[in-house]
């Protein structure tokens, strides 16, 4: 799976947008981006996933590059809840390579009131 | 309600003693998988099975060893191999596909005194 890279934290005002990206330079064109968030001990929750168009979900939108080596997760009006490390994963889909996600370290988001 | 169930919450151990860690699902998912998670790091991929009666290492299985008797059930169990097993394990479950999100559960915090 290819290799994705975050800053380790960042901040923003509780309200406003939270734009969170990620590179993934050598992705492969059968590999999907997913994002996922972990708040402080509980198991990772699922936020969105897509492999080239722009997606959006309630939670959050996608916006990925045309080359798709990056990303920006987009929390639109973030709340003190969504504080938490956030993960982006780049993922295989297919069954025959074994498909499981790796995980890197994040980025952890602080929401300041 | 569908969901993926760890227990116990807390485990407390001594010192080589093997324990056994539970994991169950009721949304039919074929594949599951076990992560550990050290603080302030990432999660490292243990153990994964996408089949009944079938399983693969993941990237740091030595120490540990799963069971695949049941679709609904991967249980791991951290041997007194394990050098450093005391941590935080999270157990995931999937659909097959290519874009089917993982569901976590809320993990199981292991110490070993």
């Known amino acids: 799976d290819a290799k994705t890279t975050q800053p380790p934290s960042m901040d923003c005002a509780e309200g406003r947008a939270a734009n969170l990206p990620c590179n993934h330079s050598t992705i492969s064109g059968n590999e999907y981006v997913y994002w996922y968030r972990q708040i402080h001990s509980q198991g990772p929750q699922y936020i969105i996933h897509?492999?080239?168009n722009n997606e959006t979900n309630e939670m959050a939108s996608l916006i990925i590059t045309e080359d798709r080596k990056s990303s920006t997760l987009i929390l639109p009006h973030a709340t003190l809840r969504d504080t938490a490390v956030y993960y982006c994963?780049?993922?295989?889909?297919?069954?025959?390579?074994?498909?499981?996600?790796?995980f890197g370290t994040g980025t952890r988001l602080a929401v300041r009131p | 309600d569908g969901g993926i169930t760890q227990s116990p919450k807390y485990l407390f151990r001594k010192e080589g003693q093997n324990v056994t860690l539970s994991c169950e699902q009721n949304l039919n998912h074929d594949a599951m998988y076990w992560y550990r998670q050290d603080p302030g790091q990432g999660l490292r991929l243990i153990y994964y099975s996408q089949i009944v009666n079938d399983f693969q290492k993941g990237d740091i299985a030595e120490g540990y060893s799963v069971s695949r008797e049941k679709k609904e059930s991967f249980p791991l169990t951290v041997t007194s191999a394990q050098k450093n097993p005391t941590a935080f394990y999270l157990c995931?479950?999937?659909?097959?596909?290519?874009?089917?999100?993982?569901?976590f559960g809320s993990g199981t915090r292991l110490t070993v005194v």
């Open positions: 995931a479950s999937s659909l097959n596909g290519p874009t089917d999100g993982y569901t």
């Open positions: 897509g492999l080239k």
């Open positions: 994963i780049v993922r295989v889909g297919q069954k025959s390579s074994g498909d499981k996600l790796t």
